[in-house]
């Protein structure tokens, strides 16, 4: 039976190339909507991903003709016995594609919350305190709440989630190399989808097709160029399950310990969902409870963190005139599905076929029938159904991201599973091997220098926004919150005002025009515009140098703002 369902392999994946493409052509016509769609999710989802349909149509065609195994044999027999060269390898372009592809930017606020809070770690501090009459023009008052969390009374400010991932990157922000941190959880992930594979199937060649299908996938490569959490979270789940494949106390433990970071990566949902039914498994397993203690012994450091950072974060909202309080903007977050969030679901899995290889969901299905009765399969299988059926329940569409990356912290377990799909093939199964090669390596030269095109074209669009900083010197940006399309996100300070240019908020004419006086007499506004109005402050740098630092300057504000107006309101 498998044999027969192998051979039909390459037309199920035509057939769902074509049933993808069909989606765009109903939605907003028949069936499906896109309404409730936030703008740029819309936008990324009808712009991008449908033109990406014809091409996943058109290179699953290509692969389904293809009928020579031999040299994709020969490609995963080299990838599968050089997995640390590959990951290095990727790690190196990755980097590069973080600074040329993805401009070394955060491109959404989701992405910015983490690099705010990784400055002020690799600054020595748990928060920073920006001045206090200055927060309405630093931090975007809708922002103030669900990203960051800034006071208006002590100035202090951290970001809204939970602090994992800042830490991860704070080590790389010191170094000045922000954009390496996803790039090498990236590489150790590959690393552990090979050691993975290999150790459920005992099959080299197996690791091999897991790690092509994974360096081919678009949606693995766009997080690891981003800066989302995801990657991060992605890494965790990987390292948490090659821990407990051959679980001892120890390993256990440090499942636990890899566990209690997962949790306060940036939110606890993605990690409990990927690791509920391991931890079960455990639990109602005879011969591995013994396990359970340990394991869960190993979550209490993050746990710990977790409530503490939830009880100062806490208090500072509550000291935040104006701001959120937690409770409230967690009390928005799940909703039981209705059609609304349905649509974006069945938008959601669209992006999940077109941001990998084409036809990498049903070799992962095929995987886990073919290996239904090993349990590590079985589990991992459970991982992904749990992941994505828990989202059904978080009433948002994702807004930016690339691919589904709400599904993005259990996406490792596909390539895993697809290269389950491949063990034992060689030249008697053509059908599949030929078209599953043929699939990863079209995918890589064609679909996906498409979807970096993309990456890069959206964000030079809006950085774009904008008009250039003159130089030398310093400008100031007021940002019109609601001037520009997502202009609003544009809106990023370093936590220690040590940028060359500032990035404010706009709080009309009149009162930016007092803070430039105050701060800055001679400075003259060169470009006012729908999405901001820049101010050039001179020739000379305005930043003073920072007290106790080497080489390191910021921006110093004049401790009394707008005169005979109280607070600037």
């Given amino acids: 039976m498998i044999s027969l369902t192998d051979r039909r392999v390459p037309w199920v994946g035509v057939l769902l190339c074509a049933t993808c493409l069909a989606y765009f052509y109903l939605l907003d016509h028949r069936l499906f909507s896109s309404a409730h769609f936030s703008p740029i999710f819309r936008y990324l989802l009808t712009v991008y991903d449908s033109r990406t349909a014809w091409l996943a149509l058109a290179i699953c065609l290509l692969a389904a003709f293809w009928s020579r195994p031999a040299p994709m044999l020969r490609l995963v027999e080299v990838v599968g016995q050089r997995p640390y060269t590959v990951a290095l390898a990727s790690v190196a372009l990755i980097a590069l594609g973080a600074i040329v592809v993805y401009h070394d930017y955060p491109f959404s606020m989701d992405e910015y919350a983490a690099v705010f809070q990784s400055k002020i770690f690799a600054s020595g501090h748990l928060f920073v305190v920006l001045p206090h009459d200055l927060v309405d023009w630093l931090v ?4 103030n709440g669900p990203f960051l969390i800034a006071s208006r009374e002590t100035g202090r400010a951290i970001e809204h989630y939970w602090p994992g991932f800042a830490l991860l990157l704070a080590p790389f922000e010191f170094l000045k190399a922000p954009w390496l941190c996803n790039a090498s959880l990236a590489g150790l992930a590959m690393v552990l989808i090979h050691w993975i594979t290999h150790e459920i ?8 097709w897991a790690l092509l299908f994974t360096a081919t996938s678009g949606a693995f490569v766009a997080d690891a160029l ?6 991060a979270h992605l890494t965790a789940n990987l390292l948490f399950v090659a821990l407990l494949i051959k679980p001892t106390g120890y390993r256990a433990f440090g499942a636990g310990l890899v566990g209690s970071l997962a949790l306060i990566l940036h939110n606890p949902v993605p990690h409990t969902l990927f690791a509920v039914p391991w931890i079960v498994a455990m639990a109602i397993d005879r011969d591995q409870r013994q396990y359970l203690l340990p394991l869960l012994l190993g979550y209490l450091p993050g746990v710990g963190v977790g409530v503490g950072w939830l009880m100062f974060r806490t208090g500072l909202a509550s000291a935040a005139d104006g701001v959120p309080a937690v409770t409230e903007v967690a009390n928005g977050v799940f909703a039981w599905p209705d059609s609304t969030l349905l649509n974006m679901r069945v938008a959601a899995l669209a992006k999940m076929w077109l941001w990998a290889v084409p036809c990498l969901f049903v070799f992962a299905l095929l995987g886990g029938l073919h290996h239904r009765d090993n349990r590590h399969v079985h589990l991992l299988m ?3 159904v749990l992941t994505f059926i828990g989202y059904l329940f978080v009433r948002f569409d994702q807004g930016h991201g690339w691919g589904y990356r709400y599904f993005h912290s259990a996406w490792g377990a596909i390539p895993i599973l697809a290269g389950c799909a491949m063990t034992d093939r060689s030249d008697a199964e053509r059908r599949l091997v030929s078209f599953a090669g043929a699939a990863a390596i079209l995918n890589l030269v064609v679909v996906m220098p498409f979807q970096m095109h993309e990456i890069s074209e959206v964000i030079s669009q809006h950085l774009a926004q904008i008009p250039p900083p003159k130089r030398p010197g310093n400008n100031v940006y007021f940002i019109h919150p609601r001037g520009g399309f997502y202009v609003a996100d544009m809106v990023q300070t370093d936590p220690l005002l040590r940028n060359r240019d ?10 930016d025009t007092q803070l430039i006086r105050q701060n800055w007499p001679s400075a003259v506004k060169i470009e006012s515009g729908r999405a901001a109005d820049q101010w050039y402050l001179g020739s000379q740098d305005r930043r003073l140098p920072i007290p106790g630092t080497r080489d390191q300057a910021h921006f110093v504000f004049a401790p009394t703002l707008c005169p005979g107006l109280p607070k600037c309101l």
């Fill in 502 to 511: 500032l990035l404010l908020v706009s709080r009309g004419a009149y009162l």
């Fill in 382 to 384: 459970q991982s992904v």
């Fill in 226 to 231: 981003s800066y989302y959490s995801m990657q």
């Fill in 140 to 143: 975007v008052r809708g922002f």
């Fill in 201 to 208: 199937t005992g099959d080299r060649r197996a690791a091999g």
